[in-house]
């Protein structure tokens, strides 16, 4: 599985957009990148997936470059309640292991 | 009504005994899972389970055993408890393998070996 390279921690005021960066530049041709997000004391929650094509869901975008070798989880207005370690995971298409790095600790600030 | 349960949410017990946390999930999965999230916060799978059948076997201790007595549920019993397997465990379920799998956690069951 690819490798994903992301920042230790990262600041955020409160009601601005959170841009949270990955770098996977390994990453194979069918590989798909997830991202999750693991709030103090509870268990990850998935956010949003893609391959190629920039996605977004209620909770987030997700922005692939070109060569996808990297992407940028965008939550478009933090509040409070997204301090979470965020998690960027790139995955073969049938599935497998979800194996988790270091992760992102965002601080959303007032 | 809770997607993923895991019982007991803290298990404090001394070195030797032997303990086991279940996980239940409602949602009709026929994945699921258990990770392991040490002091350092890394998450690392240990088992996962299709339909009852053992698909993923990482390397663990064999002290560690799971049970999935139907699709619903997935048990993981540890005998000779150590020091070392104080940790979060974490169980998980998903509805489909490949490309569009979303994992589902419970909130952890936190184990302390004294």
């Known amino acids: 599985d690819a490798k994903t390279t992301q920042p230790t921690s990262m600041d955020c005021a409160e009601g601005r957009a959170a841009n949270l960066p990955c770098n996977h530049s390994?990453?194979?041709?069918?590989?798909?990148v997830y991202w999750y997000r693991q709030i103090h004391s509870q268990g990850p929650q998935y956010i949003i997936h893609g391959l190629k094509n920039n996605e977004t869901n209620e909770m987030a975008s997700l922005i692939i470059t070109e060569d996808r070798k990297s992407s940028t989880l965008i939550l478009p207005h933090a509040t409070l309640r997204d301090t979470a370690v965020y998690y960027c995971?790139?995955?073969?298409?049938?599935?497998?292991?979800?194996?988790f790095g270091q992760g992102t600790e965002l601080s959303v600030k007032p | 009504d809770t997607a993923v349960s895991q019982t007991p949410k803290y298990l404090v017990t001394q070195m030797g005994n032997d303990k086991s946390i279940k996980c239940e999930q409602n949602l009709g999965h026929d994945t699921m899972y258990w990770y392991k999230q040490d002091s350092k916060k890394f998450l690392k799978i240990m088992f996962s389970?299709?339909?009852?059948?053992?698909?993923i076997n990482e390397t663990v201790p064999n002290r560690f055993s799971p049970k999935s007595p139907d699709k619903a549920h997935l048990n993981l019993h540890i005998n000779s408890l150590e020091l070392g397997d104080s940790a979060v465990y974490f169980c998980?379920?998903?509805?489909?393998?490949?490309?569009?799998?979303?994992?589902?956690f419970g909130s952890g069951t936190q184990l302390s070996v004294l």
């Open positions: 390994t990453i194979s041709g069918n590989e798909y």
């Open positions: 998980a379920s998903s509805s489909r393998q490949g490309a569009n799998e979303k994992l589902f």
């Open positions: 389970y299709n339909n009852k059948e053992l698909i």
């Open positions: 995971i790139v995955r073969p298409p049938q599935g497998g292991k979800l194996i």
